[in-house]
T-cell receptor, first 115, second 113 residues
Framework: DTAVSQTPKYLVTQMGNDKSIKCEQN?????MYWYKQDSKKFLKIMFS???????INETVPNRFSPKSPDKAHLNLHINSLELGDSAVYFC??????????????FGPGTRLTVL | TQLLEQSPQFLSIQEGENLTVYCNSS?????LQWYRQEPGEGPVLLVT?????EVKKLKRLTFQFGDARKDSSLHITAAQPGDTGLYHC?????????????FGQGTTLQVKP
C-alpha cells in the first residue's frame, strides 16, 4: 500500500491556468506538508498542516492555496500559473509534526511544467 | 536568513572510495536528519541525530552531529554503485517550535563501477 500518494505525477499546463495537486496519506499521521523542489534539487517547505490547522505558511505567493479537508488529505491549488512555478512539488506527512525529529514520509512528487 | 550549507553539491567517485558530505550552519539545531532521494521519487529518511556529538552508523554510512549541534557529516566507506543518489541534510533550528525543516542544497553522488 502506498503511504503518501500524489496526483497527478506530471502536470503540463499553460501560463495563467489554475491547477490543483492532490495528496493523501494512509499512515494516520497528524501533520502534512507541501515542499517545492527547484531545478537545482533544493527542497523548500511551503506549508504544513497539523490536524487540519495551518502551522507553517512560508513566504509563498498567495496564488498558492493549500486545503486540508481532513487530516489524511492536503491539496494544493495554484491560481494564475507562472513560468517560475515549474518545479517538482512534494507532499509529505509525519506523526506529531511539531516535533521535528519525527520522520517525514514523502510522496513521489508532482512535476509541474508551465509553458 | 538562516541557511544550512551542504557540500559538496556534486561528487563523482569510483566504487570502493570513501567520501564525506558536510552540512554546516551558524545556528544551533534541535535535530538534524539525512535523507536520500532516488530519481522520480521522494526523499527517504536515513537517520535522525538529536544529541551533540552523536554518532550513528547504518552499515557503511556513518552520521555525526557536531558537539555544538551546528553541523553534521555523512561518511560513506567503500562506496558502491547502489549508493548513487541525491542526499539531503535537513534540520530544525533550536529557536523554532513548528517542526519546520530547513534543507541543505543537496549532494548528488555518483558512484561508478
Amino acid at each position: 500500500d502506498t503511504a503518501v500518494s500524489q496526483t497527478p505525477k506530471y502536470l503540463v499546463t499553460q501560463m495563467g491556468n489554475d491547477k490543483s495537486i492532490k495528496c493523501e496519506q494512509n499512515l494516520g499521521h497528524d501533520t502534512m506538508y507541501w515542499y517545492k523542489q527547484d531545478s537545482k534539487k533544493f527542497l523548500k517547505i511551503m506549508f504544513s498542516y497539523n490536524n487540519k490547522e495551518l502551522i507553517i505558511n512560508e513566504t509563498v505567493p498567495n496564488r498558492f492555496s493549500p486545503k486540508s479537508p481532513d487530516k489524511a488529505h492536503l491539496n494544493l491549488h495554484i491560481n494564475s500559473l507562472e513560468l517560475g512555478d515549474s518545479a517538482v512539488y512534494f507532499c509529505a506527512s509525519s506523526q506529531a509534526g511539531l516535533i521535528s525529529y519525527n520522520e517525514q514520509f514523502f510522496g513521489p512528487g508532482t512535476r509541474l511544467t508551465v509553458l | 536568513t538562516q541557511l544550512l550549507e551542504q557540500s559538496p553539491q556534486f561528487l563523482s567517485i569510483q566504487e570502493g572510495e570513501n567520501l564525506t558530505v558536510y552540512c554546516n550552519s551558524s545556528s544551533v539545531f534541535s535535530s538534524l536528519q539525512w535523507y536520500r532521494q532516488e530519481p522520480g521519487e521522494g526523499p527517504v529518511l536515513l537517520v535522525t541525530v538529536v544529541t551533540g556529538g552523536e554518532v550513528k552508523k547504518l552499515k557503511r554510512l556513518t552520521f555525526q552531529f557536531g558537539d555544538a549541534r551546528k553541523d553534521s557529516s555523512l561518511h560513506i566507506t567503500a562506496a558502491q554503485p547502489g549508493d548513487t543518489g541525491l542526499y539531503h541534510c535537513a534540520g530544525e533550528y533550536a529557536s523554532s517550535n513548528t517542526g519546520k525543516l530547513i534543507f541543505g542544497q543537496g549532494t548528488t553522488l555518483q558512484v561508478k563501477p
